[in-house]
C-alpha cells in the first residue's frame, strides 16, 4: 500500500490585495486575483483532471485533460491556464469535458507501455491516477505501428542509468515538460530540454547527452515533478513504494531544508523534499535528496571502544564500561591537574539539544567554561560584528525575504555550491529583474549563469574584504546616499557621525582602496550607488568574509553600509550570514562559546550566573574558558590533558594540521563521538558511537533562525541518541542529568533562554517551524529582526579600518591560496565521502590561472605541490579561468589532500577566526605525495589497522 497523496492545487498560489469571487459548479469560492480556475476548484474540494500542472511550477496548458466550459465563452479552455474572474460560472463536470478527456488519456494510453503492474510508479503514478479518473476503459487504437515502447520502432529504448540517484527510461515519458520546466523554474539550471518535434520529441538532457555528462547538478526537481516512472529514484526501484514517512530536517548546510523521509520497516527509501517546508518550499540539492546513504555504511561504528594509547588496539566495550572509562580519566586528569585542565567541543552537525547537554556538562559537571564549537573557524566574527552593530548575533531576514530585493550583493559566497537551495531561490528573483553585485576573487557561478549576470563583479584580492567595504561607504557617504532620516530615527548619531567623517576620508576613497583591493576604482564606484539608490538592497555573505584576520571588521562594515542605506527592518533587505553547516545557528545560540551562556549572555552578568545556578544547582564561573586554538596552545604546554569532543573533526577541520595533531598527541585523554573513525578519532582514547539525523529526535536552528524539528526515521544503531550519551557521561561525571526525551531539553532550553521562550515541540509541531526570537512579544517567532528598533536599541556605526593581513605575498610565496566548497561534497566529506556523490568530485584538486601555470609548466591534471610556510602537500590541477592571477584555490573535502596543512594560525583579531581565505603558497610540478601526505597514509592505515577485526555489520 503506497503512501496517500498530497494535495496538489495544479498551479501556484497568488497574492493579492483584490479577490474574485465565481462560481464552479454551483459552489461559490472567492480567491485572490491571479489563481488560475484550477486552483479556485481544488479549493472548494472540486478536483480538476491533471498531467502536466502541479502547483509547484506554473502552468504550461499542454496535456488537455484540464478542460473546462465556462459560461459566455466558447469552446473549452484549460483551467490551469484560464484565470478566474468575478461572475464567472464554470464547470468541471459535463458529459462533453468528460468525452473529451477519456479520448485525451486514450491518446496517451496508446502510446505507452502497459506493464503498470511491475512498473516502479505503481500505486504512486499521475499517469495511472488520471486513467482512472477520467474512467478510460478500453484503447481503441491498439498498440501497434509507430510508438515510443516497442522494441522495433521506439526512438530509444535504452534506459539512462548514468546518474547514481534516478533512473531515466524515456519509454515512459508523456513528454508533459514538468522535469524540462522544473529544472527551469525550481533549480534554475536549465539543464533539459525537449528535442526533436512532433512524435519525436523526447526530454534530453543538455544536447542529448547521459545524464551525468549533462549540466544536471542532480537536485531532483525533475524526479519530483515526473507524473510517470520516466524519472524514478533507484531507492524506490529497488525497495518498492515506501509505507510511511516522517517529516524531518536535513543535517547538510544551514538552508534547513525540511524532508519527508519515506520508509520501508526500517530502510530509507527515499527523501521527499516537503512543500511545507519554511526554508526550502518543496526543493532539494544533491545531499539532502539523495545522499543520505552513509547513515548506513558500512564505515559506521556502532560499539563503543576504549585504549590506553593511540598505539595500542582499539578494544569494543559496552556503554557502561566506555563511559565509566572516559569519566574516570576526566576525573583523574582534574584531580592532577586542575579544574580548568579538561574540556568540550559541541558540534554543529548535532542537535540544538544535544549542543545544549554537551555546553551544559562542561559548566556543570567539569566546573569550567571551555566549551567552544566549530562556530570558533568559521562565523565567530558574524556574533561578534552583528552583536556590536544591531544588538544580536544572527541573520536579519527570511530566505523568502530575497523574493522582495531589488539589488542583491553576494560577498565572500557561493550559495548555488554552498547553499544550493537558496541559491535556486536567489536565482529565480535575479531572473525576474534583481540587480546582482558579486564581490568574490573567484568567478562564482553566480557571475554569469543561464539568464542571469552579475551587474558588478568585484573580483578583489584576497585579504582586502575591509579595503572594499569601507571604499563602498566612502561613495555612499560623499555622494550623498545615505539615508538619512532612517539613521536619524533608528542609529546612535554620535557614532554615524564619527563613522561618517572616517569613511569620507580621501585614503578610504575606490581611487585610494584600488591598490589594496585589485578592482577598478569606477566598477567600485558603480556598485556603490546601485546598492544604495536601486531599492531594496540585501547583502548574503559567507565565510569569505568571516574567515579572515578582519572578518570581524568586514561584518561590522557590512552591517554599516546596511544602515547607512536604510536596508534593515523590512523584506528584501538586511545583513544575512549563509550558515555553513545544519546547526551552526544553532551551537552558538545555545551557549557553545566559552564566554557566552545559552542566548549570547556573557559569563561575568551575575544575574545570569543566578538564572542557570537556580537551574542546574551549580553555577557557572564567572571568567571566560579557552577558545579551540587556546585549548591546542595549552595542550602543548601540558596543562590541557582532556577533551570531549562531540561531532567535529578538528584534526581535518582546523588550520595547521600539524599543530592540531601535535596537540591531540600531547593530550591524556581524547573522547570522540562520531559516526565513523573520523581524523580526530585516530587520536582519541575513547570512542562513543554518535546517531546520525535520522536515529533522533531534537531541532536545528537555520541560517534565517528557523527552528525545526528533527525526527526519528530509525531506531540508532548504536542503541543510544547522543544527548543519552551525554546524560550517561554527566551522571559518571557525578552531574546528574535525568532528561526523558529532548522535548524537557529544549523545555529547559526555553525557560532559560529569553529568545526561546515560547518555543516548544507542541509548538513546533503546530506551526511547522518557528524563527527566534520566539516569546511573549512575538508568539509565532520573528521573521523579520529590527523592524522598528534594533535589538540593542539604537544601531551603532564603528570606525572599519584597513590593516593588511600579515600573510601576504613574497619572492618565495608568490601567489595567494584561498579555499571553499563544491556542491557535491560537505564540509570535511565524512559524510558525502560515504555516498555516490563521489562520482562528481573524488578528489580536491588546485584550480590555477592559465598565466600563473604556464609561468611554472603546469598543465591540467599534473600533480603539483603547494607549499606555505605551515608546510606542504600535492593535489592535482584544475586549470581554470575562474581564477584571477595570483590566486590558487581548493577544496577541502579529504583528508588526504591536506588542506589544511598549508593554512596557518593567523586569525581574526576579535573571534580566532582562522584565515583561512589567505595563505601565501608557491606551486610547483610534482612527481610524489607531500611528505605529511605519506606519513598520513602509514598513519591512517595504521589506525584502521588498530579497529577490531569483527566489524558488525550494519
Keep these: 500500500m503506497s503512501l496517500p497523496r498530497e494535495t496538489d492545487y495544479g ?50 496548458g499542454s496535456c488537455r485533460l484540464c478542460l473546462v466550459e465556462i459560461e459566455g465563452r466558447r469552446g473549452y479552455p484549460a483551467s490551469c491556464t484560464t484565470i478566474a474572474e468575478a461572475g464567472m460560472q464554470v464547470r468541471t463536470q459535463t458529459p462533453k469535458l468528460a468525452d473529451i478527456r477519456r479520448g485525451v488519456m486514450e491518446l496517451y494510453i496508446s502510446d505507452h507501455p502497459l506493464d503498470c503492474l511491475t512498473c516502479s510508479a505503481n500505486g504512486n503514478c499521475e499517469l495511472q491516477d488520471m486513467t482512472g479518473v477520467v474512467g478510460l ?35 515512459k515519458c508523456i513528454v508533459c515538460n514538468r522535469c524540462v520546466r522544473a529544472c527551469e523554474e525550481t533549480q534554475g539550471t536549465f539543464a533539459l530540454t525537449i528535442s526533436g518535434r512532433g512524435f519525436d520529441s523526447r526530454v534530453s538532457p543538455g544536447e542529448s547527452q547521459p545524464f551525468m555528462e549533462s549540466e544536471c547538478v542532480s537536485c531532483g526537481a525533475c524526479v519530483q515533478a515526473c507524473p510517470t516512472a520516466t524519472l524514478m529514484e533507484k531507492g524506490v526501484i529497488e525497495h518498492g513504494q515506501a509505507e510511511k514517512k516522517v517529516t524531518t530536517t536535513c543535517a547538510y548546510c544551514g538552508v534547513g531544508c525540511s524532508f519527508d523521509a519515506e520508509v520501508k520497516g526500517t530502510t530509507v527509501v527515499r527523501m521527499v523534499p516537503s512543500k511545507d517546508g519554511g526554508a526550502n518550499h518543496g526543493h532539494s540539492c544533491v545531499k539532502g535528496r539523495f545522499a543520505f546513504g552513509y547513515a548506513t555504511h558500512a564505515d559506521r561504528i556502532t560499539t563503543p571502544m576504549i585504549r590506553k594509547s593511540i598505539e595500542d588496539a582499539w578494544q569494543p566495550v559496552s556503554w557502561d564500561e566506555a563511559i565509566r ?152 557617504v560623499t555622494e550623498g546616499l545615505v539615508k538619512e532620516d532612517f539613521v536619524r530615527e533608528r542609529c546612535e548619531w554620535h557614532s554615524f557621525e564619527q563613522w561618517r567623517d572616517f569613511v569620507a576620508k580621501p585614503e578610504n576613497s575606490p581611487e585610494a582602496m584600488e591598490q589594496h583591493t585589485g578592482v577598478p576604482a569606477a566598477d567600485v564606484r558603480a556598485a556603490a550607488r546601485l546598492f544604495a539608490t536601486g531599492g531594496n538592497a540585501a547583502i548574503y555573505y559567507g565565510l569569505g568574509v568571516t574567515e579572515h584576520s578582519q572578518g570581524s571588521t568586514t ?94 573533526d578538528i584534526v581535518q577541520s582546523d588550520p595547521n594540521t600539524q599543530h592540531v595533531e601535535a596537540a591531540l598527541r600531547a593530550m591524556e585523554c581524547v573522547v570522540v563521538q562520531d ?39 530509525m531506531p540508532p544503531l548504536a542503541g543510544k541518541e547522543d544527548w543519552e550519551v551525554t546524560c550517561m557521561l554527566s551522571n559518571a561525571l557525578g552531574y546528574p542529568m535525568d532528561y526523558r526525551h529532548p522535548s524537557e531539553i529544549m523545555d529547559e532550553i526555553a525557560r532559560l533562554t529569553p529568545t526561546f521562550h515560547g518555543v516548544s515541540y507542541e509548538r513546533l509541531d503546530e506551526l511547522g517551524s518557528i524563527q527566534w526570537p520566539c516569546n511573549e512579544q512575538a508568539p509565532e517567532g520573528t521573521p523579520i529582526m529590527h523592524i522598528e528598533q534594533f535589538v540593542r536599541g539604537k544601531g551603532r556605526f564603528m570606525l572599519t579600518e584597513y590593516v593588511p593581513t600579515e600573510e601576504r605575498t613574497s619572492k618565495r610565496f608568490p601567489l595567494i591560496l584561498t579555499t571553499g566548497r563544491i556542491l557535491s561534497q560537505y564540509n570535511v566529506g565524512a559524510q558525502t565521502r560515504r555516498t555516490a556523490n563521489s562520482m562528481w568530485h573524488d578528489e580536491d584538486r588546485l584550480e590555477i590561472h592559465p598565466a600563473d601555470a604556464e609561468t611554472r609548466g603546469i598543465n591540467e591534471g599534473d600533480w603539483v605541490g603547494i607549499t606555505s610556510r605551515a608546510g606542504e602537500t600535492v593535489l592535482r590541477a584544475r586549470v581554470s579561468e575562474r581564477m584571477q592571477p595570483g590566486v590558487v584555490y581548493t577544496t577541502f573535502h579529504f583528508p588526504e589532500s591536506g588542506a589544511n596543512v598549508i593554512t596557518t594560525d593567523n586569525s581574526d583579531w576579535a573571534t580566532n577566526c582562522p584565515e583561512y581565505k589567505v595563505t601565501a603558497v608557491e606551486v610547483t610540478r610534482v612527481t610524489q605525495p607531500s611528505e605529511w601526505q605519506q606519513r598520513y597514509r602509514d598513519f591512517s592505515q595504521h589506525q584502521i589497522d588498530l579497529l577490531p577485526k569483527k566489524r558488525e555489520k550494519v
Design 11 to 60: 498551479t501556484p498560489a497568488r497574492e493579492s490585495e483584490k479577490e474574485v469571487t465565481l462560481s464552479i459548479d454551483g459552489i461559490e469560492v472567492t480567491v485572490p486575483a491571479g489563481t488560475s480556475v484550477m486552483r479556485a476548484a481544488q479549493e472548494c474540494g472540486n478536483s480538476i483532471p491533471k498531467l502536466c500542472a502541479t502547483d509547484s511550477l506554473e502552468p504550461f
Design 137 to 171: 476503459r478500453e484503447v481503441r487504437y491498439g498498440m501497434k505501428g509507430k510508438n515510443h515502447f516497442d522494441l522495433l520502432s521506439a526512438l530509444t529504448r535504452e534506459k539512462d542509468e548514468s546518474n547514481p540517484y534516478f533512473s531515466y527510461d524515456p519509454s
Design 325 to 476: 572509562y572516559a569519566a574516570s580519566e576526566f576525573k583523574r586528569i582534574q584531580a592532577k591537574h586542575g579544574r580548568d585542565s579538561v574540556g568540550g567541543i559541541t558540534s554543529s552537525r548535532c542537535t540544538n539539544e544535544e549542543t545544549y547537554l554537551v555546553q551544559k556538562l562542561v559548566r556543570a559537571a567539569f566546573g569550567n567554561n571551555n566549551v567552544d564549537t566549530c562556530a570558533r573557524v568559521c562565523h565567530s566574527p558574524t556574533g561578534y560584528g552583528l552583536k556590536q552593530t544591531l544588538g544580536e548575533s544572527a541573520g536579519t531576514q527570511t530566505f523568502d525575504s530575497v523574493m522582495k530585493a531589488d539589488v542583491i550583493m553576494v560577498m565572500g559566497a557561493n550559495p548555488t555550491d554552498g547553499h544550493p537551495v537558496f541559491g535556486s531561490q536567489m536565482k529565480r528573483r535575479l531572473r525576474e529583474g534583481a540587480k546582482l553585485i558579486v564581490v568574490d576573487p573567484r568567478s562564482i557561478d553566480l557571475v554569469r549563469s543561464p539568464h542571469i549576470k552579475a551587474e558588478q563583479h568585484l573580483k578583489l584580492k584576497p585579504g582586502s574584504n575591509v579595503a572594499l567595504i569601507t571604499s563602498m561607504a566612502h561613495v555612499v
Design 555 to 648: 561584518v561590522i562594515g557590512i552591517a554599516n553600509l546596511a544602515m547607512a542605506t536604510g536596508n534593515i527592518g523590512r523584506e528584501g533587505v538586511g545583513v544575512n550570514p549563509l550558515r555553513g553547516q545544519n546547526n551552526v545557528q544553532g551551537s552558538c545560540d545555545m551557549g557553545s562559546f566559552p564566554h557566552e551562556l545559552p542566548g549570547y549572555r556573557h559569563v561575568s552578568d551575575a544575574a545570569t550566573r543566578a538564572l542557570f545556578k537556580d537551574a542546574w544547582g551549580v553555577e557557572p564561573q564567572p571568567e571566560p574558558g579557552l577558545r579551540i586554538p587556546n585549548m591546542f596552545e595549552a595542550a602543548m604546554d601540558g596543562t590541557f590533558l582532556g577533551l570531549y569532543c562531540e561531532g567535529e
Design 675 to 713: 559516526l565513523f573513525l573520523n581524523e580526530t578519532a585516530k587520536f582519541a582514547h575513547v570512542f562513543l558511537p554518535g546517531s546520525s539525523f535520522l536515529e533522533k529526535d531534537g531541532t536545528f536552528t537555520n541560517a534565517e533562525r528557523r527552528i525545526s524539528r528533527v525526527r526519528k526515521v
